[in-house]
């Protein structure tokens, strides 16, 4: 497959807007407007009675202010999972993904059906079979106790290890598939001509094929790192009093304690430190647009 | 939050059967009117919004929609409901987490639309908090004679004093479980709880009630007349373990399987759970500390958007006959809110009926107390204060 | 092949040593073990569809038995809830996928004005917590009067798919060679016709991904679901609430289903393309 190559030929003005209008309307309506409301909640103060509260848009921002001060240690500590998460994703994606591209041959769309048959069992399932596996007497935690390699609380369940194990495992295939399909449309030819050029292997790798798969990278990890920072049924299952991410908080506030304000703003907080996050991530990667 | 068993229903929804008329065991039903009371609703109501309390004459018609926990029913029970009514039941297993069924259906309540259900089961709290919403439709004694097959205790609750607004479902106790290979020893008390060489494997329930009850109750204090003084210092306890690294997790129904696998070796757990969880793992016990423990009761209520409240007053006097609600109790496992229980429970099942925490003696159920019922304003504080220390 | 005879220039020509054998034997062995990874709890939930627990649940070995297969649709409830998820797990990600790719390739393909702007609007949808997400989204559907079902799950479901089918597209879109349509157009194709025949075939693996992806999503999906489900119950409803009470082997019997169907379709597949190529060989 010939490589990038960008046209030079005058483009419709009007065809790229005619071409996201329809996902634009659909997530303006859809998306935008209950993000809109949930924006208003959170500056509001809410009174009256407890499980009817009226909501008064007030510009508050002391929901924001109590959300950064009280929730610190979750907010740190969903960002830190996720990053870890995400990292560790990648170093396991990456080998699979490169073989599949490049060393796969006809079997390609085989091993990739496989890599995503587990995804399509439900992810509670498959999080109660981890739980099997890692439990407390079962032959995990048993070999690794003999090595030493346990947390500090002496088993694997309950532990932030988990907590990010599980988080890794459900997000990956979301760092899989846009790796590979990132890695297999670089030319092999490429690769052969930079074996040719650079005397050993891993400098054909850092100089030529990383680069290269850079996309893939970026989006696997957007994928990865955003809902595993907001994400709670982890923490829920797999971990203990002292594992709680923000998504925990925000659901208990909100289904619990009903502080429909707090939540809104935690939230608000959540998504705003993500973007933030992320745009930073893509100038890192010295890419210019977003995605 | 409550005890579910595993076996469930097969009858589902639209089993068309033939119309007949509805004989309620023992009882006659009424065909005039009570006091005055205007015949509001018509049998196939196609009213979206309907709130009449109606007293309707004649038998019950039509469908009936049920909301339920999830197998918390008894193979077959909805299929004889059917034949012997001749209504059809949409029955639905879409009751998983209190809260978060509050949380879905809050905004069509308060817009009076519809929820999908003419019938739904729930713990008491909720039934409360709903009914002092205002919307929860009164239930017509007139036509669930049955009624009278109420255990005593719950007919004079004073969360729902004559149950005008509910009717119990089911009830069961809230103790301790242990698992007897990983604790080495019986459990008995609270204490036993905070035993360090427990730490990190004994789990506490995240509700208020179920969670808080029995610890208030080791300080001495009562969750009949609960104050902010009781629930504060049995919160203080639990924050105090915690910290240690006491506590692994704070659960909700999900701690049956840590139970089970041996991660946990003391927990916070509902009768009925265990009963069935012993079936498979004999080392696994049921207790209730001695300080005493707590009951939950899960309530049929009639929303106020019902679209058929005969049929729903029909159900209700269905599973208030004992022989119908024996089968009930002997698949759910947890105790009966019908009282003398005991002979239709030995015929349909005698190791049920021989099972202390199913049929409990009285000297187990003078120990286990229910909680006074809360203002809204006392439930918001004992909540966002344990939360606070659940997580969140 | 260990080597590869290149042809640099017209007269010289290179050997090349091809990489060694151990190198590409570890490589290949690390991506077995994360496949091995990935279907550790697989083996477990398969495992345990032969288990013969006698109480509700279903967390320790009790027994082999076959009886669960021979029953697997003893539970109504979860078959359909079963057959309602992958209904909407195929139907929004038909509709997410149009939309989704459709931005996708406008984004990649040309500079416009608003172009971040929308990148980072397409971001948004991926960062917003579920739970209040699914009450907002009710909330919307209610002020419109409808009743929350079968339609609003399908709506709510494509709503989240669409950035993550944008992202997933847009990254095999990089490096996409667009002097191709121009070599289409100036042959005399129609702008409609090179899009049909010229660039929708180069990117079809991104969007066979990103359908895979986005229907995995869908099957998958459980707070937002909840609240706009009405009483309607679809499967992972359906597992979360009997998660918490009681886990009857059917699920697993179940769940074992689906994977063996998709195993079979995947084999049958791959065999049929194989022969097509046999039988587009030269020489046949």
């Known amino acids: 497959m010939a490589g990038a190559a960008v046209s030079n030929r005058q483009r419709s003005k009007i065809a790229p807007y005619l071409m996201i209008l329809p996902a634009l309307m659909y997530l303006g309506i859809f998306f935008m407007v209950p993000l809109y409301s949930l924006a208003r909640m959170s500056l509001s103060h809410s009174g009256g009675s407890v499980y009817l509260p009226t909501l008064e848009f007030k510009w508050d921002f002391g929901n924001y202010l109590s959300a950064f001060s009280r929730y610190q240690d979750e907010i740190i500590r969903s960002f830190f999972y996720a990053t870890i998460a995400t990292a560790l994703s990648l170093l396991l994606a990456f080998p699979l993904a490169y073989v599949i591209a490049f060393k796969a041959g006809r079997y390609k769309n085989l091993i990739l059906g496989l890599v995503i048959l587990p995804f399509f069992v439900t992810f509670l399932i498959r999080t109660i079979a981890w739980r099997t596996i890692l439990a407390d007497d079962g032959w995990v935690v048993q070999a690794l106790g003999s090595v030493g390699l346990l947390p500090s609380e002496g088993r694997l369940l309950s532990t932030s290890w988990a907590v990010i194990g599980g988080l890794t495992y459900n997000w990956i295939i979301f760092m899989i598939l846009p790796l590979y399909v990132s890695l297999e449309k670089i030319d092999p030819l490429l690769i052969q001509a930079s074996k040719d050029l650079y005397s050993t292997n891993r400098r054909s790798f850092t100089k030529v094929i990383l680069p290269l798969s850079m996309p893939g990278v970026l989006a696997g990890s957007l994928l990865v790192f955003i809902p595993a920072s907001g994400d709670f049924i982890n923490a829920d299952y797999l971990g203990s009093t002292r594992t709680t991410m923000i998504g925990n908080v925000i659901e208990k506030q909100f289904l619990v304690v009903k502080d429909y304000p707090a939540a809104a703003a935690l939230s608000m907080v959540l998504m705003l430190t993500i973007l933030t996050g992320v745009v930073l991530y893509t100038r890192a990667l010295g890419t210019e647009d977003l995605l | ?392 | 092949m260990n080597q590869r005879i290149i042809t640099v220039g017209r007269t010289e020509k290179k050997v090349v040593k091809a990489s060694p054998k151990w190198g590409d034997l570890v490589l290949r062995f690390i991506a077995a073990l994360v496949l091995l990874y990935l279907f550790l709890p697989i083996f477990v939930i398969v495992l345990f569809s032969f288990n013969d627990p006698k109480g509700k649940f279903n967390y320790t070995w009790q027994g082999f038995t076959l009886k669960n297969w021979a029953d697997p649709f003893k539970y109504p409830a979860l078959t359909d809830a079963l057959k309602l998820s992958l209904d909407v797990a195929a139907v929004s990600t038909g509709i997410a996928l149009v939309l989704g790719s459709l931005v996708a390739i406008a984004l990649v393909r040309q500079r416009f004005r608003g172009q971040t702007a929308v990148d980072t609007f397409l971001v948004i949808p991926l960062t917003a917590p579920e739970v209040v997400m699914g009450a907002a989204m009710l909330t919307l559907f209610l002020d419109f009067g409808w009743e929350a079902g079968y339609a609003t799950i399908v709506i709510s479901h494509i709503a989240f798919e669409i950035s993550f089918i944008a992202m997933t597209v847009r990254a095999r879109m990089r490096g996409f060679d667009w002097t191709l349509e121009d070599a289409s157009l100036d042959l005399g194709a129609s702008p409609t016709r090179t899009f049909f025949k010229v660039t929708l075939p180069l990117i079809i693996p991104g969007i066979v991904a990103a359908g895979m992806l986005s229907f995995a999503l869908s099957l998958d999906d459980f707070i937002i679901t909840y609240f706009v489900s009405g009483s309607t119950v679809t499967y992972p409803l359906y597992v979360n609430a009997a998660v918490k009470a009681a886990v009857p082997p059917q699920i697993n019997v179940l769940a074992t289903a689906i994977l063996l169907i998709s195993l079979v379709l995947l084999a049958g597949g791959t065999l049929y393309r194989r022969r097509q190529d046999d039988g587009a060989r030269p020489g046949n």
């Open chain 2, 1 to 392: 939050m409550s005890p579910t068993p595993f076996d469930h229903l097969t009858g589902l929804a639209n089993k068309q059967t033939s119309r007949r008329r509805f004989i309620g065991s023992g009882a006659a039903v009424a065909a005039a009117l009570a006091i005055g009371a205007p015949i509001a609703a018509s049998c196939s109501s196609n009213d979206k919004s309907s709130t009449a309390t109606a007293t309707q004459s004649g038998p019950a018609t039509g469908t009936l929609r049920v909301s339920n926990w999830p197998l918390y029913m008894a193979d077959g029970f909805i299929a004889a409901f059917q034949k012997a009514s001749g209504l059809t039941v949409n029955y639905k297993e879409d009751f998983n987490d209190p809260e978060q069924w509050f949380a879905k259906v809050k905004e069509p309540l308060a817009r009076k639309q519809d929820i999908g259900a003419d019938l739904a089961v729930m713990p008491t709290f909720l039934m409360a908090r709903l009914h002092g919403l205002g919307w929860l439709n009164e239930i017509n004694d007139s036509n669930v004679p049955n009624k009278k097959n109420l255990r005593p205790d719950l007919l004079a609750a004073s969360a729902d004093p004559g149950r005008k607004y509910s009717a119990p479902y089911m009830s069961g106790l809230v103790g301790l479980a242990y698992n007897s290979t990983a604790t080495g020893r019986d459990i008995t008390t609270i204490d036993d709880l905070w035993d360090p060489k427990f730490k990190g494997r004994v789990s506490l329930f995240s509700d208020v009630q179920d969670g808080l009850g029995m610890i208030m109750q080791s300080q001495g204090n009562s969750v009949e007349h609960p104050t902010t003084e009781t629930v504060t210092k049995a919160i203080d306890l639990v924050r105090e373990q915690k910290d240690k690294g006491q506590i692994r997790r704070f659960t909700g129904n999900d701690y049956a399987s840590d139970l089970a696998a041996g991660n946990i070796a003391v927990a916070q757990a509902y009768s009925g759970d265990v009963v069935q969880l012993q079936a498979d793992n004999p080392h696994l016990k049921f207790v209730v500390p001695d300080s005493g423990a707590t009951t939950f009761v899960d309530n049929m209520v009639i929303p106020y958007t019902t679209q058929n409240q005969h049929a729903a007053e029909a159900w209700i006097n269905y599973v208030y006959d004992r022989s119908n609600y024996a089968k009930l109790v002997a698949f759910v496992h947890g105790v009966p809110v019908l009282s003398d229980m005991t002979d239709e429970l030995t015929k349909v099942d005698p190791k049920a009926a021989n099972n202390p925490w199913i049929n409990p003696p009285k000297n187990v159920l003078d120990k286990a107390k229910g909680w006074a019922p809360l203002t809204d304003e006392q439930a918001k504080q004992y909540s966002d204060a344990y939360a606070a220390v659940t997580g969140g």
